[in-house]
């Protein structure tokens, strides 16, 4: 199976600007969360889609937002970036709930740098 | 609100020593606790569940209610157990994990 795929890798932006990011999860898996790692905070929660409706959001502002595809892939955009939005941003994917184990499958991250 | 605490950024052991990394939680529901792991320059992943009670790579973690504890153990410390390691405890209702901030660990020789 393959795993967690996110696009791109890597990518630099100037402030003001908006990105893009993509994530496709495990074949099979209708739960996708995204992350953003940091240095100094570590892994913090932006929000997860289940069966194409975000369930969960995390404390970040309006400019995050995303969306789940009818195939379970999952974009998650940031308009008008600042320099501390530099991070890297993990997708993971699990199992639908009721087989759910609650183990997440991680992706390799979308290293995003703002100037 | 959920909550997870890694008290220590950075711990630091030599190569056969025991390691304990911390992790507290606070949940009003009954938990669901993991330990992931990131080795350097590898994706994040699962290390151990509260659930299975298994020991991976040598590595233990038991719950305790009553402390609010999730810590993770290994009697004899090894090089290639240098990572970062996360605790994570996942709402089982809402499905939301929310991860510590993560335990640097370095085994030296």
């Known amino acids: 199976k393959a795993g967690v795929t996110q696009t791109p890798r890597y990518l630099i932006k100037t402030r003001g600007q908006q990105v893009t990011l993509s994530c496709s999860p495990i074949?099979?898996?209708?739960?996708v969360s995204w992350y953003q790692q940091t240095p100094g905070q570590g892994l913090q929660f932006l929000f997860e889609?289940?069966?194409?409706?975000?369930?969960n959001k995390g404390n970040f502002p309006g400019r995050f937002s995303g969306r789940q595809f009818s195939n379970s892939r999952s974009e998650m955009n940031v308009s008008t970036l600042e320099l501390g939005d530099s991070a890297l941003y993990l997708c993971?994917?699990?199992?639908?709930?009721?087989?759910?184990?609650?183990?997440?499958?991680f992706g390799e991250g979308s290293r995003l740098t703002v100037l | 609100a959920q909550r997870v605490t890694q008290p220590e950024k950075l711990l630091s052991v030599f190569k056969g020593a025991p390691v304990e990394l911390k992790c507290n939680y606070s949940?009003?529901?009954?938990?669901?606790l993991f330990w992931y792991v990131q080795y350097s320059r590898q994706r994040l992943q699962l290390l151990l569940r509260h659930i299975s009670r298994e020991s991976i790579k040598g590595f233990t973690a038991d719950l305790n209610k009553g402390e609010t504890s999730f810590h993770l153990k290994k009697p004899f410390a090894q090089e290639e157990d240098s990572a970062m390691y996360y605790c994570?405890?996942?709402?089982?209702?809402?499905?939301?994990?929310?991860f510590g901030d993560g335990t640097t660990l370095t085994v030296k020789p």
């Open positions: 949940y009003s529901g009954s938990p669901e």
């Open positions: 074949s099979g898996h209708r739960s």
């Open positions: 889609y289940f069966s194409e409706t975000q369930r």
């Open positions: 993971a994917s699990s199992f639908p709930r009721g087989a759910n184990t609650g183990e997440l499958f």
């Open positions: 994570a405890l996942r709402d089982t209702n809402a499905g939301k994990s929310t």
